[in-house]
């Protein structure tokens, strides 16, 4: 059969015809992206968590603003606690309070105390106080008498100062004697996004050098990456609702095209000695346009249906792999074919390609109970991982350290029904974990009255007494500390350096409103991990779908299934047993796994698909495919191992925790691709007699 | 004797009438307030001018810009502490066509107020005195809501 007539062959016709053309289109395209996308990459992602969550959604329909709360804590172990200090406090607070954005601090000064004001048993009046307009030298004398009161404020050597401002604003150093640190979620820390990309480029320059012996993979490479990565980003800033652009968009957008051009190009490489130059293209073109068309499929359909949920994050990320998908698909065969037609290759050179032979060989020889050690650890791993799903909730980034929950009551008003459902929050909060320090809420101050008043007499809110301690509240102007907008709130001190995941998931069935940004992070993760797993079960039914459709044999499907669910299983066992924090660091590293992973499966499986119809055994047509696919699976998963690897060391938290834990979870599908897929697929042509004799009957 | 002796030193520090009791009681005695604020809930206090406690209690009120009094209305009898010896300050203020004003003066400004201090007003004194002293009224200010005290 002539070639010409075969698929595809008169689309590459097409494609070589009007190259120039096609290729001067696409360059034009991505020179006018690169002129016209907004330069700004970000890597806070604290916002894009938050927008769009069920939480953040409650405390906007109510009219309310969210705000955020950091702690500054001054420490006075070089200092005599003496007038002179509380001076040098009082003028720290006064330039906290002068940052743009702050709307409160939250200080001993600040702190409202309950006293019985008693000259004598005639002459008497419980009094809610604070140190605010108290002289320096009272301050001193009463602090020095009554620290045990204000050990929220004041612990040993360390005077905490709350700021609750609109906003994440930048603290500007304060001149001040004062030594004092702030929780570092305060300090907008920004990057050289150009170092960060240059890195990334030039480490695959240096793995695709190295690994073919030629610039041109460099070159061919740079250019397809570099076109990929800039339509994506120009896309999402045409078609995205959400504005924020996150680092992880470009990140994304550079995996899938990595792993498509590594295939195509690693094809192209091999077939220069064998085959004329539009040949070899046509080779390139009809192994590879299947198995990537049905790997952009499972991207698009099965992550890209994020962009129906509401969470700006998680559609953020949906909007972003399937804009990579499409584009990367388009440009994977149009303008790769095109830029490859222009160049051959004379003695072509690759690094592994008789490794690669002794491994497929090796594989074809493997140790059956090897096998069977390894499934059955990762069933071990597995039981491990349901058991920490259910049994213990995981550790949910906030990048706060000041452990405070700042909610209001979700109906509005200040009745009886109100206030016991605020003492009921606090005594179930009190009596259910240790970690909480204190409960600051309406109900909490009428109890301190009630102590101040009747020290003898247990507290119990009676119905009849609510209106006198509300006319107390109001009294003492405690309306604006205890209330927001007509409901009351409710402030959650939490121990130092504790989990308040468990908290916030205790509390989000309170009908409650929360609003520090802090906890709607944490409340918005909660919420969309949830979502998270409905669509890796999707993605991986997806696969389980596309393998059965290509092959029409359940086992394969099944291979396809155990292969895609080792890393996240091991990965998931990793985050609960080194308490790993859920963060979007996390999330992006399991998508970029879940579209490497099904892309290495669905190539596999499809050139032993083919392969299987031509007259070879089982196990010829199993080296063929490991030595075609398998190397550049395994190329492709080493050069973004050691690219995400090497973004360890950019001294950005996020960046280098996208690089940390992307390179472990590329490393885990590595390891699958290479040891269990093949020798799982191996096993199973070799028992399953059905499977020996099967051909391709399509 | 040393039990009756006891029994005479020992203030009675609680409210002896039920707190709908007391309302009616207010409702009688409330002609005879000093009346301050708009605001639909009621709130009645016995205040000796001459108390420190009691002039803080009305330094309260009229804070933050007043608000207090746009929330509630304030029913404010003058009944004297023994040893602040106000009789002819509450007088005074009694007697005043702006007896607000006065009472500000002499609780809020501290001022000394000179005025018609020997015009009886035994009727008001004295109502004030037996509605006080039913009530259990043992300190100032003396705040009642809903007929409880504070």
Known sequence: MRYNKLPYSAYLRFLLRYRVVILVFLMTLVAAATFLVKQEVSSQDGQLWIDGSTANSELLNKHYKSYYIHKVDVDLSNKKWNPQTVRELRAFEHALKSIPQVREIRSLFSYKYVQNSKINEEQQMVEVLSLEDASDDDTYLFLKENRQGYKKYFDKNHVIFYIVSNGPSELKAINTPLSYSVSNDFINKNFNQVIIFGIVMGVLSLLYFIIFRSLLPILLGGLFIYSDGMLTIAAYQLFSAVSIMHISIALIAMTISVMSFTYIYYKWHVLQRKFDAQFVLYRVISKTIVPIFWTSVISVVGIGILIFVDSHILYSIGMNVLLSSIIGFILTFTMLPILLSFFTLKNPKIFSQRSASSFASMETRYNKKGLYFLLLISSGVMLYSLYGHFMKPLSMESHVSTYQIQAMLAKKGSDYEQIIQLQRIEQQLMAKFDTVNQVSSAYSMIRSIHEQENPKEPFVLKREDVDSYLFMIDMYGLEETLMEKGRLKLLVDLKEGSDKTDVLEFLRDKDLIFQDSASLLNLAKIESLTLLWSVVFFVLLLIVAVTYYITRLVPIAFIALIVNVIPLIWFYAAIHFFDIPISSEVLVAMIITLSLSSDATLHFINYYHMNRSKPRSAQKAFEASFIYIGTPMGMGNFILAVTFASMIFVPVQMVSNIGLYSSILILLSLITDIFVLPVLFLNTIKTNHKLKEYKYTH | ?150
């Open chain 2, 1 to 150: 004797m040393l039990f009756l002796l006891s029994l005479q030193a020992e203030p009675i520090s609680r409210q002896m009438l039920s707190p709908q009791h007391t309302l009616e009681e207010l409702s009688h005695l409330k002609r005879y307030a000093i009346v301050i604020g708009t605001g639909p809930k009621e709130v009645h206090t016995f205040i000796d001018p001459y108390c420190s406690v009691s002039q803080k209690y009305l330094e309260y009120l009229y804070e933050h810009n007043g608000a207090m009094l746009k929330k509630y209305t304030v029913y404010l009898y003058l009944y004297e502490l023994k040893r602040k010896n106000s009789s002819e300050v509450i007088n005074a203020i009694l007697n005043s066509p702006y007896r607000e004003s006065l009472l500000k003066q002499v609780m809020l400004d501290h001022e000394e107020v000179s005025g018609d201090s020997d015009i009886g007003n035994e009727k008001i004194i004295e109502a004030i005195k037996v509605s006080a002293e039913k009530i259990g009224v043992f300190k100032r200010p003396y705040i009642l809501i809903n007929g409880k005290v504070l």
